[in-house]
């Protein structure tokens, strides 16, 4: 099945609202920006808490940056389940972000199973073409759905 | 650095004859069908040695072209050096492939640094839509580049 | 649940059989040395085919290396099911196998759920302690089970 | 060349030092329990901030235990250098941490190269012998070494 025939359940309004009631210690740190059938990109607004000694936004808030998206993405296609969990995840880190910027990810549903969700996410400083971080992460469905 | 600010060193010719030259066990599975800045598009000509039982391409085939379709694409963008080898690989293998077609290959290199290239493979059955397989590979530039 | 309170459900004698009779491309290229809860050491019998320019073992036949033994310490653990397959691999090439020396594989079950089985893998020359290769991988188990 | 073959050029408490003045922000939630020849222990200190809802220990939290081992790992064998980067890292998630726990990691290197090294880590819950999460990593090493 294609990433067109595919519709969204939820919207960027009820998927923001889910994820700050989810996860009220994290959602603060990001915004949804756009969401369509299979994709969405969201935005870590960068704060010193992100940052690494040199100014550079830190391994693990990329890291939650790229499960936060993927998760959004995947709420987006089946409706509000709070209990997928990530199972897998491979990262690429490529360049240093460029320090001060907020990060933009770019995420997208591969794989959309009754069990397994696959997707990957790139990521980019804002007003930048560079790819700074690549990741692909797999996600476990409950089987209640 | 953009892909666009980079120009590719060897054309389809001159990739295709390397290939043919420096790994001639399996470079007659393999075609080159487009060679851009930054990517290239490769397909796996899939015969009976290539598959699993059900008639399925097999994992190992699918990694030999990911494999193949990055090193070209490394190649195509610093010459002919036939050093350049795979240390890290990252596999998701998300839809049996088509049975009875061949494989393409889109790989695009993400990073072309002094001693790491990082890139992904999508690979899909020709003309289909669906993402049999992502991939993203790490290859080791040899220092007397 | 842990190794030891796992029994295994198929010795090595059972094992080799149903991977002849399953995979007879490329069983007679494996040698399955050991059986233990959780865990399975395979011998890759390297020939000619498996090798790169220079002597080396060629990535895809490490590759099928650590597939091959993933799936019988999976099978070992839950009986002979043909339909389990690989949804993710990762893959760290650490160094050059020794020429002229078959490749030996240790795998090891981390994981055995209901839908998922999870597992790593390590390779080295014959009589020799240094690690050629690390992979994860992950196989997806058909619900039939 | 072996694990065996090589000698610890920074000892528990250098390290431990090290780390708190590199890392500031970090490195308070860690202790670092052992260093043997290409190996070590680290424990993270699992308090409130650490948990997702229902009280486990997040992926982002985990995917920091890791890098951390890993880099003390590094540092043990290379030395005082703050510069090494994490280039890739793979991941499994493979049961949920038991509630209320520290997480113990145990990294191993099993690659020191001149420019990379690799390594991989598994973590498991305080007094627990189930493995949570499998990780491999790796680090750029910066060429003025």
Do not use: W
Not at 29 to 49: C, I
Not at 87 to 101: E, I, M, Y
Not at 116 to 138: F, K, P, Q
């Amino acid at each position: 099945m294609n990433a067109a025939e595919r519709m969204v359940l939820m919207d960027k309004e009820e998927l923001s609202a889910f994820l700050a009631e989810t996860f009220p210690q994290v959602a603060g740190d990001f915004r949804l920006e756009h969401v369509a059938p299979m994709s969405v990109v969201v935005r870590l607004m960068v704060r010193e808490k992100h940052l690494r000694p040199g100014g550079t936004v830190s391994g693990p808030s990329m890291f939650t940056l790229a499960d936060v998206a993927m998760y959004l993405v995947l709420l987006a296609m089946i409706g509000p389940k709070g209990l997928a969990v990530t199972t897998n995840c491979s990262f690429d880190f490529l360049r240093k972000p460029v320090a001060g910027r907020d990060l933009i990810a770019e995420a997208r549903l591969l794989k959309l199973g009754r069990v397994l969700a696959v997707g990957d996410v790139v990521m980019r400083s804002e007003h930048d073409t560079n790819i700074v971080a690549r990741a692909g992460l797999t996600y476990s469905i409950p089987p209640e759905r």
